[in-house]
């Protein structure tokens, strides 16, 4: 009850934004006959006008956070009653390896790119390794094994919770140029989007499938988190004469994406019927945390991260989108 009481008010505050964008797209739809944008990114661009004017109290933060974070950390773990284990084996062997290369080739592009820019190794890194595998949740797991200090961490943080918002935007609009199908553009938006459940948001205006095959990726490449943060610690242990440990198990595998491929295994057996309320509750939840995610975002602080760690960070980016389309352009996917 005690935390109820204190996740209420900003969760109530997310609610509203989530009418006022659902209202939005209803008059989309009666103005212009259709929706241009979609609730979630309404939910999105209403969350930060309100930001940018307002800063939320302590009052309001616990709400809004969980709001951004555990409801949509259930939403994608709902998403995977509605995914088979066939989508998964449709990604192919091919596109497994092609997945784990162009993770380990962008962190090592990123590094160098960092280094090139005169950031510090250890911010050069957790830049590389956050745009390369999973934004904030890489940050936090590598932090902790390079000894990184907190100024590193929050200055890549910054950017990449801002970068994540202006990602989820703009990439369903390379969808027309690039040419791509759904299925192609769920593979892109699960090689550059940040974190799974922003995924959620940059496929789900494409399509279902996008959405499906966006987020298998997204899970492949978020598993890549282990194998990486193993090796920097072993690298890190050997460079300091010491014996460093590794983060435990649910850093490195966080507790939605067991539930997600739990759910998934269930509903490939047919333990778990394709009920469309499970659908429903998902999208609701997603355009909530959509909100949340917004008014969770100070754009201001961009500037606060220094020129040098936004160029790395965009430029790594860029890498890491060149990397991702040559990858569905040599294996063809479609």
């Excluded at 930001?51 to 409801?71: D, E, H, N």
């Excluded at 997945?99 to 990123?110: D, H, M, P, R, T």
């Excluded at 790395?312 to 060149?322: D, H, K």
């Amino acid at each position: 009850m005690l935390r109820l009481k204190r996740i209420f008010p900003g969760l109530a505050l997310c609610l509203v934004v989530t009418a006022a964008a659902t209202l939005l797209a209803g008059a989309e739809r009666a103005l212009l006959g259709g929706t241009w944008l979609e609730p979630l990114v309404l939910a999105i661009l209403l969350g930060l006008v309100v930001r940018a004017v307002w800063t939320p109290s302590p009052t309001w933060r616990p709400g809004i956070a969980f709001s951004a974070k555990q409801l949509l950390e259930v939403a994608v773990v709902l998403l995977g009653a509605s995914v088979s284990a066939g989508t998964v084996m449709g990604l192919g062997g091919k596109a497994l390896l092609g997945i784990a290369g162009a993770v380990a080739l962008s962190i090592a592009l990123s590094y160098v790119i960092g280094r090139g820019l005169r950031l510090q190794p250890r911010l050069a890194l957790l830049v590389a390794c956050g745009n390369s595998i999973c934004g904030n949740s890489a940050i936090a797991a590598v932090a902790p094994v390079i000894g990184a200090e907190a100024d590193d961490i929050a200055s890549s943080i910054a950017f990449t919770a801002v970068l994540g918002v202006v990602e989820v935007l703009a990439l369903p609009l390379l969808a027309a140029p690039l040419g791509f199908d759904m299925r192609q553009y769920g593979t892109l938006a699960g090689l550059t989007v940040y974190a799974v459940p922003q995924v959620l948001a940059a496929t789900l205006p494409i399509g279902a499938l996008a959405n499906q095959v966006g987020t298998l990726v997204k899970l492949v490449r978020v598993l890549m988190l282990g194998p990486v943060v193993a090796v920097l610690a072993i690298g890190a242990a050997r460079l300091q004469g010491e014996v460093r440990g590794l983060p435990p198990l649910k850093t490195m595998l966080p507790w939605f994406i067991v539930g997600f491929l739990a759910l998934l295994g269930a509903r490939s057996a047919g333990l778990v019927p394709a009920l469309a309320p499970l659908k429903l509750l998902a999208s609701l939840l997603t355009t909530v945390s959509m909100a949340g995610l917004g008014l969770g975002v100070d754009v201001r602080s961009v500037s606060k991260a220094g020129p040098r760690v936004t160029a790395a960070v965009c430029l790594s980016l860029l890498v890491l989108l060149g990397l991702s389309i040559g990858l569905i352009r040599l294996l063809q996917v479609g």
